[in-house]
């Protein structure tokens, strides 16, 4: 299927400056420039009667028209002026530091229990050395069984 398409050269800086004034009218309405113009030409062609032309110019009307309403169905894409766009992107990004600094933060803390864990491994196994714990796959074989957890030897404790 063919896609009809303009092209039109503007050699006049009246004409350059007329394609600005739509560009920025269409960011105001939140449309995109090709959907302004389809309605401009819509708008147009509305106005003008066909009683007013030929019965050939009325014919090429209605099939302008006709090509009008299907690429205006075809351009319901959203829009967002570049403010929007910018604001977002500024949004995004500090969602990403924030992230960002949480995960440091959940490091830094992981890092400070795991430090504190060890700390506290290493004082119950000055406490109670008869205890049989295992600390990064070894286990500390003094003992017969891990009177903590229920395992129990048939050793006695120490009563202190």
Known sequence: ?????????LLSEEDRELVKQAKQRAEDLRLTFKEFVLDCIKQA????????ADSATAAEIEALK???AALSQKVS??????????TLQERVNQLRVGISNEIKKDREQLA?????LSR???QIEQLVP?????????VNSNS???WLFGEDSGAELPLT
């Open 77 to 86: 894409i959203p829009s967002a002026t570049k403010t929007e766009v910018h």
């Open 130 to 138: 008869s205890l049989n714990l295992q600390v990064d796959g070894e």
């Open 45 to 52: 062609l509305s106005e003008e009667s066909p009683d007013d």
């Open 120 to 122: 506290l491994e290493s």
């Open 66 to 68: 006709a090509q009008i």
């Open 112 to 116: 400070s229990l795991t430090l504190a």
């Open 144 to 146: 017969d069984g891990d």
């Open 1 to 9: 299927m063919e896609y009809p398409q303009i092209n039109i050269k």
